[in-house]
């Protein structure tokens, strides 16, 4: 099946999940919010008795690439969790403050967080494919939320491949285990899978750290195909992808937001000590 | 081993060369020791497997000798008669092949079931976490219990349910299906007594319904209508009632339908397959119970091993993509666990086949003849019919024993190896 047919069937059947668009009528303060995925105001965040997040404050703009620096434990991959509410299953983690996706308050407990998943996909750092063949990795996310025929179904898989650069690679062996594909394969999957169910928002965490070079470079340049469809916002501890493939960039330190801007700036004239230092990499 | 000294001596050479080595080496501590330690370690390691394999291999030689020789389709498929040229085992291999399938059926979902809760659906308030391990330790403790006491235990709660629902004695359980009630009568020539003048007459018996089992006994009269087999059909027939010491009519036909008046019916049941009553009594199903009280413990502490060694990135790559607690269970933790499962599964179910000790109490030594057809029947197991052979004075019953126990171990190997296979097969299925 060539690409442009693909394209289209996929575009419809991602329409028909999508959610209903916005009211024309109150789109008036409403466009200047949709500039913006995802909302964060004075928020905080605790793990037990532990604050992880100190008064963040931050916008993720849409379709851009959004990174996050900072050294280990300053609260990145918290914030990243929260996002999504993967934080759900541990008791202890709590949140005050505002954070919004759209309409949708992440903070409230009775968000549902089936359909906050689906439209928000996320991607770890050790590529985490299920003991299934790849089709049925792909295909489990759609499975999932959707009702596909057959074929509607296949071509979601090969349109998520494609999009995640790794069907050239699997397409004569999509029955074959996902455990047999090697580090690089694994995680493109991985982002297959998260975009078979037509999120808004691809949140990776350190997507890159178990990769060899060769396969970090597939994975960027993948970003750098996706960021006009998704909002994708990466963790990442590698200054230089921070760099190459972000448009804003966020460094944290000690669970605050000490700059927010575009990369840029941060990574040329920061106007923050502590994140020249980072940057510059004199700690981290 | 006969490498050994040869080994021995090489590195007791090597010791002495470099005792003689410089001073700033004495402060690192000399590898030869070391090395020799491992080298019989490993010696002493193999064997103990050895020892193990010997013992085995004399085990199972000793059975296969004495149990071969007696193995015969008599004893596969008779009944447990006294003489032992003539005894199988064939009521008892069909009762433990029905209270192991039963006693999987109950356990695995019960068991499986109860590791997802204590695994997967982890509480967030503290008193249900407290009672959550309130619960983990006694399960626990219970795969500790002798068997024995599992027994005594169903004893009380299957086969006589505490007494709180009607006696155990025939017509007094307070539920009961798929059971009809006759008062069987026989006719004048069965009676011993009464040979003088019915002796062309054939035997015959006659089934009178009765409505409910503590009716009392039917009263017959001339031209009432009762059942008779013949063969596996029941006809219906009509019956005469005669004063024994009158007159006789002289055909044979008329006299083979002709019962006394003072005949005392006998109150016969018949169970369909479905039989069901409470209490259990001693049946097939309230052993199945005790067995699984027994394995419970087990199947679910290793359930919960194999669910525990699932990583938890499974979950939360199925998590993140919205699937909701259950799908994550059914979809992604329970299928990676699944070879997990089933071998402590297997291993619960090989100790249920070879369980003695609460059988015994709740089925007592009994003489079967028949396989069980419904789950309340009275039963014996292959264990019990073996223990009963082997108390008995005559040498062939032990002979006869030794290929019981060849039957037993050839049900429970292939009983581990359809498991195996099913392993095997999921586990190619997903590497």
Sequence with gaps: MNTSTLETTTKRIMNQVAPQPIAEDDSTDVSEATQFAIEANNLNAWYGEFQALHEISLEIPKNQVTAFIGPSGCGKSTLLRWFNRMNDTIFSAHATGNLRLGEIDLLDKSTDVVDLRRRVGIVFQKANPFPKSIFENVAFGPRLHMQLDKSELSDLVEWSLRKAAVWEEVKDRLNAPALGLSGGQQQRLCIARAIATGPEVLLMDEPCSALDPASTLAIEDLMDELRDQYTIVIVTHNMQQASRCSDKTAFFFEGRVVEFGTTEKIFTKPSSQKTEDYVRGRFG | ??????????????????????????????????????????????????????????????????????????????????????????????????????????????????????????????????????????????????????????????????????????????????????????????????????????????????????????????????????????????????????????????????????????????????????????????????????????????????????????????????????????????????????????????????????????????????????????????????????????????????AGIVVLLIILLSFNAIAVILRQRMQNKVR
Aim: hydrophobic share 45%; aromatic share 8%; proline share 7%.
């Design chain 2, 1 to 402: 081993m006969s490498q050994a000294p040869q080994e021995h001596d090489r590195l007791k050479g090597q010791e002495e060369s470099s005792q003689q080595g410089q001073e700033q080496q004495r402060r690192l501590r000399n590898s030869v020791g070391r090395m020799l330690l491992d080298h019989y370690f490993r010696l002493a390691c193999i064997g103990i497997a050895c020892i193990s394999v010997v013992v085995l291999v004399f085990l199972i030689g000793s059975i296969i000798t004495q149990g071969v020789p007696s193995l015969s389709w008599t004893l596969l498929s008779g009944t447990p008669e006294p003489e032992p040229s003539e005894a199988g085992a064939w009521p008892a291999i069909a009762g433990t092949i029905w209270v192991c399938t039963i006693c999987a059926l109950i356990t695995l979902p019960i068991g499986i079931g109860t590791a997802v809760l204590i695994e997967e659906f982890k509480p967030r308030s503290r008193w249900a976490n407290r009672i959550f391990s309130v619960i983990q330790l006694n399960i626990s403790n219970l795969a500790g219990v002798p068997s024995v006491v599992y027994g005594i235990l169903g004893l009380t709660a299957f086969v006589s349910m505490f007494g709180l629902v009607g006696s155990l004695k025939r017509g007094e359980s307070s539920f009961e299906i798929g059971a009809i009630y006759y008062d069987q009568f026989t006719n004048l020539a069965s009676d011993p007594f009464m040979s003088m003048g019915v002796e062309d007459a054939k035997e015959r018996y006659f089934l009178a319904p009765v409505i409910s089992p503590s009716d009392p006994p039917t009263v017959a009269k001339s031209g009432m209508e009762m059942f008779e087999y013949q063969g596996d059909q029941k006809i219906p027939v009509k019956i005469e009632v005669l004063d024994p010491f009158g007159e006789l009519p002289s055909d044979p036909d008329a006299l083979s339908l002709a019962i006394a008046a003072d005949t005392v019916p006998g109150r016969i049941s018949e169970k369909s397959w479905y039989y069901f009553s409470l209490p259990f009594g001693r049946g097939v199903l309230a052993g199945s119970l005790t067995l699984m009280l027994v394995i419970l413990p087990v199947i679910i502490i290793s359930s919960q091993e194999a669910l525990r060694s699932v990583p938890s990135s499974l979950r939360d790559g199925a998590r993140g993509l919205g699937a909701t607690p259950w799908q994550v269970v059914w979809n992604i933790t329970l299928p990676a666990a699944a070879p997990g499962i089933l071998t402590g599964s297997i291993l619960a179910m090989s100790r249920a086949i070879g369980e003695t000790a609460p059988i015994l109490i709740i089925a007592g030594i009994v003489y079967i003849r028949n396989a069980p057809q419904h789950l309340m029947d009275s039963y014996t197991v292959l264990p019990l019919q073996i223990y009963n052979w082997t108390s008995r004075p005559q040498e062939e019953f032990h002979a006869i024993a030794a």
